[in-house]
């Protein structure tokens, strides 16, 4: 884990798990949007530097960045990490969500996945750049995801391996 975390220079560039990937914003808005797929079919979507959700290939949470904490899938709910820094070493801190604080922060995730979906359909957007450059239907994969991740039966992934 870094000692010391700074704001990405260029995260699309930097993104290089996601092998379809790209950066786009809303119409009226200078927020950059960034989306991608990994080799295993998840779906990361970036709010900027400080919001990012991470779906497996049947639209259940696994993890999530939000200003400066980390989430991780539980399979029952999700662990809050939050990182302490001394002068020697980093730990990090871990609390499990109640019921209530998992149904808030579930309700706040769909809530932008809606909006995103939402954009997307009304081609509210410009596409800054798109890896690969000529991955035409990136748009509608990317589209018909967000259905299956605001369709999901489910909202957690199962427990991420190894992980307590």
Same mark, same amino acid.
């Given at each position: ?6 704001? /990405? ?10 092998? #379809?990937?790209? *950066? ?6 200078? *927020? ?17 530097? @400080? #919001?990012?959700?991470?779906? !497996? ?5 696994? #993890?999530?960045?939000? =200003? ?11 662990? &809050? %990490?939050? /990182?302490? /820094?001394?002068? =020697?070493?980093?730990?990090?801190? #871990? ?8 149904? *808030?922060?579930? @309700?706040?995730? %769909? ?23 000529? !991955?035409? &239907?990136?748009?509608?994969?990317? %589209? ?6 605001? =369709?999901? $039966?489910?909202?957690?992934? $199962? $427990?991420? /391996?190894? &992980?307590?």
């Amino acid at each position: 884990m870094a000692r010391v975390e700074a704001d /990405r220079e260029d995260l699309l560039k930097e993104a290089v798990a996601l092998v #379809r990937r790209m *950066e786009f914003q809303p119409i009226d808005s200078e *927020e950059s949007i960034i989306v991608g797929f990994r080799q295993t079919g998840w779906l990361s979507v970036y709010f900027g530097p @400080d #919001r990012m959700y991470q779906f !497996d290939e049947t639209g259940r949470l696994r #993890r999530s960045y939000i =200003n400066g904490l980390l989430y991780r899938t539980q399979g029952m709910t999700l662990a &809050k %990490l939050q /990182r302490q /820094r001394s002068e =020697n070493e980093t730990t990090l801190l #871990r609390h499990d969500l109640d019921e209530t604080a998992l149904a *808030e922060f579930r @309700d706040q995730a %769909l809530e932008k996945i809606r909006w995103l979906e939402g954009l997307l359909r009304a081609d509210d957007f410009m596409v800054a750049r798109r890896i690969p450059a000529d !991955d035409a &239907k990136l748009t509608q994969d990317v %589209l018909a995801f967000l259905g299956i991740v605001l =369709n999901s $039966p489910e909202f957690l992934a $199962p $427990p991420i /391996r190894g &992980k307590r």
